[in-house]
């Protein structure tokens, strides 16, 4: 802008002032000076601009992963929100570390951002990382991973609700010995919909068998293990409710290689409503977690406390209400639905 200012012979406040389309500027002056900026291919430095003001117009999200469907939609419906609001975002990945989980908002404590969007990882067991940056006074928004406590604001999907589905639609196929594929139980969301699965086998008087309920991290390889697993039982079961799609595909697949047939002998339902259980033979049921809607809301919930400027502002967590996608590796009664033709049926609980 010195430069512009001395070529021109005026102040390096008129300067900025004309590139800022500033009223007091008059057209004449402003049009010399964008012209010349354009010469010299001058570009403004905006956050150095936004931070002399005080206010950042960046986000910072963090997230476990950016890989399958849930989290990069989640992401994008959260950059959605942020552009339509005048936000750009920086994204980090945990990469399901608790050490990078903290590194990670380190950078964006540094990077001065307005507020902060996370989903904790998986091996994140304690939140003083957390309080560090309240303490700060930094803006902080979970989603689908949460912090627990009355002091936080969240965005969710009702985990509890979709476990309850996927199970009273598996029971409702016929299924009396549904086994339950579980997540790690210190992180809400697998915790919740193992609590949904509990709900749907008491309301519909059935057992509570502990033997048919196998923990793992979700992967892909545990899925297969767990099918393996659960059907050298005296009794094995015939239905699986997978808290994840990717522990869902294996068990699909390892009962496929035993000759199983997948859903008369075994129903499979999973959770996410990643991609590829439209392409599973048969395609898999799975919970659908409105990903998009969900960035989207946190967004807007974030975007509340940075207007709230530190005043009062009461903490708030926001609830989505999930939707079953029942497709072939679960309908066993297919003559129970009007549509059973369609490639997906969306269940609620009524």
Known sequence: MA???????????????????????????????????????????????????????LLGIVVPYLEGRFFPTVVYGMEKAASKAGYNVIICQSHEDVVLERRNLDTLLSAQVAGVLVSMSRTTLDYKHFDKLRSRGMPLVFFDRVEEGDNVNAVVLDDREGGYISTRHLIGQGCRRIAHLAGPQHLNIYRNRRQG????????????????????????????????????????????????????LGALQEARRQGLRVPEDVAITGFSNETFTLVTEPNLTS????????????????????????????????????????????????????EAAEPALIVRRR
């Open 3 to 57: 430069d512009l200012a001395r070529e021109l012979g005026v102040s390096t406040t008129t300067i900025s002032r004309a590139l800022s389309d500033h009223f007091s500027i008059g057209p004449a002056m402003k049009q010399k000076v964008q012209k010349l900026a354009r010469k010299y291919n001058y570009q403004p430095n905006r956050m150095a601009s936004a931070l002399r003001k005080g206010k950042s117009k």
């Open 287 to 338: 919970v659908d977690q409105r990903s998009e809607e969900m960035g989207q809301a946190a967004v807007r919930l974030l975007l509340e406390l940075i207007d709230a400027e530190g005043g009062p502002f009461s903490p708030r967590k926001v609830s989505l209400r999930p939707e079953l996608l029942v497709r072939q590796s679960s309908l066993r009664e297919p003559e129970l639905y009007a």
């Open 197 to 248: 699965y509990l709900d749907a086998l008491r309301e519909a008087g059935l057992p509570e068998d502990e033997n048919l309920v196998v923990y793992s991290d979700m992967l892909h390889a545990q899925g297969v293990d767990s099918l393996r697993q659960l059907m050298l039982l005296p009794n094995p079961p015939d239905a699986v409710f997978s808290a994840g799609d990717d522990s869902a």
